[in-house]
Nanobody, 115 residues
């Protein structure tokens, strides 16, 4: 079982930046895939970005060029650098890991983009 804690959310103006952090309760070096998802009120949770153990990354089209996912294995952390934020990025952002057949989610961190 992996516990995840997200942090770094907050209120930011359009065009601003935030850096989200996901801290895991165990080593992430052997975890194949770690991802960020988001959910706005009244909408389904959607995929945002993924990073694999080999360092490959992927993003949903709407955030390409603006968001960057990265990891620090020594700190058991995964990050999501969000630049050029738009109001439509407003959502609760969740970290997700898959260990074998099990998926684990954090509690989420709120990101609000508004002027």
């Amino acid at each position: 079982q992996v516990q995840l804690v997200e942090s770094g959310g907050g209120l930011v103006q359009p065009g601003g930046s935030l850096r989200l952090s996901c801290t895991a309760s165990r080593s992430i070096s052997s975890i194949y895939a770690i991802g960020w998802y988001r959910q706005a009120p009244g909408k389904q949770r959607e995929y945002v970005a993924t990073i694999t153990s080999s360092g490959s990354t992927a993003y949903v089209d709407s955030v390409k060029g603006r968001f960057t996912i990265s990891r620090d294995n020594a700190k058991n952390m995964v990050f999501l650098q969000m630049n050029s934020l738009k109001p439509e990025d407003t959502a609760v952002y969740y970290c997700k890991v898959v260990v074998g057949p099990q998926s684990s989610w954090g509690q989420g961190t709120q990101v609000t983009v508004s002027s």
